[in-house]
């Protein structure tokens, strides 16, 4: 094979027939971005990886359980020949040739007429790289892009109209690295970002200097801005034309008021675009080491707001019933409150004895967590110092170590 560099081409596979020989990892691996592409696939082999044959099942792609046979590329666009055999990729990729089909060869990149590029994705923008004999540097490279595009770090300006709306992103429990790609796309194009307390702070030292950064300032019981306030804020900004992003701690819908807001602009008439964040009821207790559900010791787990007692009249929580539960209870916002929860709990029939948990900013570096029996949790609490954020676990999960 001569030294020209390969040229590089989108193939439009959509609707076209695709053959692929071979069901092992390097077909798992393909399969995926050629099914998204909406090519017709045929897939010829003896046998295939579980995830292979899941495709098949599920009608994504045509199986022929059968080896290679002279004539199986006609009318093909395209073909990826990874057999374990290399006298069969090689009799392929000939019938390749002769029928002029772009063919990528796993075993033999030299002999192929086309190769695979390390591919990655970004908002609509599809990144393909090709450092002919390093598949590894192509990879990094890609990698490198595509997190440029995703974090904002490589301008790359968008030269289409950008339409006013407001995006409510999660921005996870307090770890800057648990956003979403989505949410840390979105917040670095925006123009205003209105913020939390709980959101991810360390986030916000990364917008460029144009960016306008709003302090919702919502912190208990003390000085707030009110939520008829926040709802104005993201009105005025959107109708100005701006891209604002409202960025909240956990997930937007998860005691966030997120429908709140999203409601208040749909009835503005400001688009919404909801971007759903990794919810602290889940990731606080899983990086202190608590399973919130374990074979054999939860097979339930139930997320509760305790930011009113058990005998305020406005609690929505039946407690009864969650005493009743053998899962797992996962508690927001109740730390100020935890005794009158475990007293409740367990006058209900929760035992005293279940174990309990508290983890105080979880996922930052200022974690802290407390275990204590049900009866005693609230006593161990207030002897810590522990303060809110924090998320109180309940349950034999508690106990679960790795």
């Known amino acids: 094979m001569s030294d020209h560099p390969a040229y590089p081409v989108g193939l439009r596979l959509a609707g076209r027939r695709v053959v692929v020989l071979g069901g092992g990892t390097v077909a798992q691996r393909r399969l995926p971005s050629l099914l998204a592409a909406g090519a017709d696939v045929l897939l010829i082999a003896p046998a295939v990886t579980p995830s292979v044959q899941a495709m098949a099942e599920a009608g994504e792609l045509r199986w022929e359980r059968r080896g290679y046979r002279a004539g199986d590329l006609t009318d093909a666009w395209y073909a990826l020949v990874a057999t374990d055999d290399p006298a069969v990729n090689a009799a392929a990729s000939a019938e390749a040739d002769e029928r002029r089909v772009w063919c990528v060869r796993s075993d033999n990149a030299e002999a192929a007429t086309a190769w695979t590029p390390a591919t990655g994705h970004s908002d609509g923008v599809t990144v393909a790289v090709l450092t002919g004999r390093d598949p590894r540097r192509s990879a990094a490279v890609r990698d490198a892009v595509v997190e440029g595009l995703r974090d904002g770090s490589l301008g790359a300006p968008r030269h289409r109209d950008r339409l006013p709306g407001v995006a409510l992103v999660g921005g996870g429990p307090g770890d800057p690295d648990l956003i979403t790609v989505r949410g840390r796309r979105l917040l ?17 030292g990364e917008l460029p200097p144009h960016t306008e950064v709003v302090d919702a300032a919502k912190i208990p019981y003390g000085r707030a801005m009110a939520q008829d306030a926040i709802n104005a804020a993201l009105i005025e900004h959107a109708r100005a034309g701006r891209r604002v992003v409202r960025l909240k701690g956990g997930d937007p819908f998860v005691f966030g008021r997120g429908m709140e807001e999203a409601s208040a602009l749909a009835a503005a008439g400001i688009p919404v675009t909801v971007v759903p964040g990794v919810t602290s009821a889940i990731a606080v207790p899983a990086v202190a080491g608590i399973p919130v559900t374990h074979r054999g010791v939860a097979h339930e787990f139930t997320v509760v707001s305790g930011h009113v007692a058990p005998d305020d009249p406005r609690s929505l929580v039946d407690w009864p ?46 974690e802290r967590r407390v275990d204590a029996p049900l009866s005693d949790i609230a006593r161990r609490v207030a002897e810590e110092g522990i303060r809110p954020p924090a998320i109180v676990v309940i349950g034999d999960v508690v106990g679960v170590t790795a």
């Not at 194009?189 to 986030?203: C, H, S, W």
């Open 188 to 204: 670095a194009e925006a123009d205003v970002v209105i913020a939390d307390r709980l959101g991810p702070r360390d986030l916000l």
């Open 321 to 366: 019933a969650l005493a009743a539960l053998r899962g797992t209870l996962v508690l927001l916002m109740a730390v100020e409150r935890l005794g009158a929860i475990a007293d409740t709990l367990i006058r209900h029939g929760r035992p005293a004895a279940t174990p309990a948990a508290v983890v105080q900013e979880g996922t930052t570096p200022a």
